[in-house]
């Protein structure tokens, strides 16, 4: 018979450990929700011990915030490659594996991050470390938009007015999306993201003419079946569709008069 003997951790490979263990935790359930006592029991040891490496509840929160973070600012991250329309589906798709393998703790890091850093007997510097991490996340996903669309230095007001919109648009999406019960597909609300992308840079292309070359040329390589190409078929159908109302309308009150 053999007799197995528990490896002794070091202090760094026990933070990492720690870490992981509740950002597991935070992902199920909302960080209000977890105990420390449930991370020292997941982790194997004694709740005395946790609190040997990390301080409280809140600084283990806010280092497992920042692994959190590192990933989903990893998932913006594409090859610039192929039409645009196509990376961003590819960008969403990922995103939205993060939020559906970390929906509890997502919600509560965009929502400004859980009670027991909000609350009025926390210091600020847990709230304000808890922005910071999330502005960086928010950073990062608008300077992989800017790449993909080939924008170096400063930015047109109105592009930058409308990727930092569609960044917004893609984190409150999400967040309704898990408050919805996920009724929504998946794959319909991820294609739709990268149609409310196109539609912004439209909007904005047809009051300003600089926003109106950038769309042109942005819609260059686009293939008819990407989701642009498939966002501008089904704007002509239901266009058509709604003229001949409007035609019908107009020659039914024609004919009242």
Same mark, same amino acid.
């Given at each position: 018979?053999?007799?197995?003997?528990?490896?002794?951790?070091?202090?760094?490979?026990?933070?990492?450990?720690?870490?992981?263990?509740?950002?597991?935790?935070?992902?199920?359930?909302?960080?209000?929700?977890?105990?420390?006592?449930?991370?020292?029991?997941?982790?194997?040891?004694?709740?005395?011990?946790?609190?040997?490496?990390?301080?409280?509840?809140?600084?283990?929160?806010?280092?497992?915030?920042?692994?959190?973070?590192?990933?989903?600012?990893?998932?913006?991250?594409?090859?610039?490659?192929?039409?645009?329309?196509?990376?961003?589906?590819?960008?969403?798709?990922?995103?939205?594996?993060?939020?559906?393998?970390?929906?509890?703790?997502?919600?509560?890091?965009?929502?400004?991050?859980?009670?027991?850093?909000?609350?009025?007997?926390?210091?600020?510097?847990?709230?304000?470390?808890?922005?910071?991490?999330?502005?960086?996340?928010?950073?990062?996903?608008?300077?992989?938009?800017?790449?993909?669309?080939?924008?170096?230095?400063?930015?047109?007001?109105?592009?930058?007015?409308?990727?930092?919109?569609?960044?917004?648009?893609?984190?409150?999406?999400?967040?309704?999306?898990?408050? =919805?019960?996920?009724?929504?597909?998946? %794959?319909?609300?991820?294609?739709?993201?990268? +149609?409310?992308? /196109? #539609?912004?840079? *439209? &909007?904005?292309?047809?009051?300003?003419?600089?926003?109106?070359?950038?769309?042109?040329?942005?819609?260059?390589?686009?293939?008819?079946?990407?989701?642009?190409?498939?966002?501008? =078929?089904?704007?002509?159908?239901?266009? %058509?569709?709604?003229?001949?109302?409007?035609? +019908?309308?107009? /020659? #039914?009150?024609? *004919? &009242?008069?």
């Amino acid at each position: 018979m053999t007799t197995g003997v528990r490896r002794r951790m070091g202090v760094e490979e026990r933070r990492q450990q720690l870490i992981g263990v509740a950002l597991e935790l935070f992902s199920r359930r909302s960080p209000d929700e977890v105990s420390i006592d449930e991370i020292a029991a997941a982790a194997g040891i004694s709740r005395p011990l946790v609190y040997h490496y990390f301080p409280g509840k809140q600084s283990l929160y806010e280092a497992a915030l920042r692994r959190a973070a590192d990933e989903l600012a990893g998932r913006f991250a594409e090859p610039h490659e192929g039409p645009v329309g196509a990376r961003l589906l590819r960008v969403l798709g990922r995103f939205f594996d993060f939020v559906d393998e970390h929906g509890p703790g997502f919600a509560a890091l965009m929502r400004g991050g859980p009670a027991f850093l909000t609350g009025a007997s926390r210091p600020a510097g847990g709230v304000s470390a808890t922005h910071a991490v999330i502005d960086g996340v928010r950073q990062a996903a608008y300077a992989h938009v800017m790449a993909h669309l080939g924008v170096r230095g400063r930015p047109p007001a109105r592009l930058d007015l409308v990727v930092r919109s569609w960044v917004a648009l893609a984190e409150s999406t999400a967040l309704i999306w898990l408050d =919805g019960q996920r009724r929504i597909p998946r %794959a319909e609300l991820e294609r739709q993201l990268v +149609a409310d992308f /196109g #539609a912004l840079v *439209a &909007v904005s292309a047809a009051y300003d003419g600089e926003m109106a070359g950038f769309m042109a040329g942005m819609l260059a390589d686009e293939p008819a079946d990407g989701p642009f190409g498939e966002l501008l =078929g089904r704007l002509v159908t239901l266009v %058509a569709g709604t003229a001949g109302g409007c035609s +019908a309308g107009a /020659g #039914a009150a024609q *004919a &009242v008069r």
